[in-house]
């Protein structure tokens, strides 16, 4: 028989088990299981947005939105449609009732265990197709399945859940150290937005002043052409903090540093050109912006939650 036996709401950040149902079973099958709900949930931060991972007699499918994922464990023989039109509901409905700022504070687990009403319900529709009446939406997500099919997540990739790990974990557990292409940052405050577009406008100032210095040296104005080199290192300069605010790398605050290093040596250089405001305005700038790709850090390793 083809049924959901289970679902979870997941932060992506670290794992926290926001709220969950109860299981429909608690045999062997299902206990295996949990030891892979709560291995995914250490891994959401590195996994695609929609995934699936078939373990036998039973799949667990999970989408992820907006620092929240939504997992559910169904029979092997469950329509992948109605799975991720289920998934789709619990997060539709999760969005519209809690504010993300909640999500993002939140410290107990299961602090939103009141959501599992909401899950059982449907649940239970989803449990008797014959009572649905989607067939808009199974028809829009069955197209969006077929264009953008969830990841399939294999056993090998995951590792065992009896504690034998695979080389992809091994690479995830130093991602931050062996790659940084699945590493993602937490998410952007106002603060960082605010230093993405004041560095944008800096990198932008620095670019008209360095092709005005070009066109004076054209007139033989004798405009010094170190001066052209010093605005677009600037430019260059606040482009890249624009690029460690955004993406994570290896020794990416020494880098925000170096780089930050480089705008107060060319505004040194640029001192006679500019003046104490637009020094200080630059210089500020490049210290903001530095600050804040030191707070915005990798997502961290989730920790050990009972999902």
């Not at 991720?84 to 999760?94: C, G, I, T, Y």
């Not at 605050?253 to 200080?280: A, D, H």
Request: charged content about 15%.
């Amino acid at each position: 028989m083809s049924m959901i036996l289970s679902a979870s709401v997941i932060r992506v950040r670290d794992g926290l088990p926001l709220s969950a149902s109860t299981d429909y079973e608690q045999g062997t099958g299902m206990q295996e299981c949990r030891k892979y709900f709560k291995m995914l949930s250490r891994k959401l931060a590195q996994l695609p947005d929609r995934c699936t991972l078939k373990t036998g007699r039973y799949n667990i499918n999970f989408i992820s939105s907006m620092g929240v994922s939504y997992m559910m464990l169904c029979t092997e023989n469950y329509p992948n449609v109605l799975a991720f039109s289920f998934l789709d509901e619990l997060q539709k409905e999760f969005i519209t009732t809690y504010n993300m700022m909640k999500t993002n504070t939140a410290v107990r687990p299961y602090c939103f265990i009141e959501f599992d009403n909401f899950i059982q319900r449907t649940k239970q529709r989803y449990n008797n197709p014959r009572s649905l009446s989607t067939k808009i939406n199974l028809s829009d997500m069955q197209m969006e399945i077929k264009l953008r099919p969830p990841y399939q997540i294999s056993m090998g990739e995951l590792g065992s859940a009896n504690g034998v790990t695979s080389a992809f974990s091994v690479d995830y557990k130093g991602a931050g150290k062996i790659s940084s292409a699945h590493q993602r940052l937490e998410p952007a405050t106002l603060s960082g937005i605010v230093a993405f577009i004041l560095s944008l406008l800096c990198a932008a100032l620095n670019l008209i002043r360095g092709f005005h210095a070009i066109e004076s040296l054209l007139q033989s104005d004798g405009e010094d052409l170190n001066y052209i080199v010093a605005f677009f290192l600037g430019t260059a300069a606040c482009l890249y903090q624009c690029y460690l605010l955004v993406y994570y790398t290896s020794w990416r605050n020494v880098k925000s540093f170096l780089t930050f290093g480089l705008i107060c040596l060319c505004n040194m250089y640029l001192y006679e050109l500019r003046n104490l405001w637009q020094l200080f305005f630059h210089v500020t700038v490049g210290a903001f912006v530095t600050l804040q790709i030191w707070l915005r850090q990798a997502q961290g390793k989730a920790p050990d939650y009972d999902v």
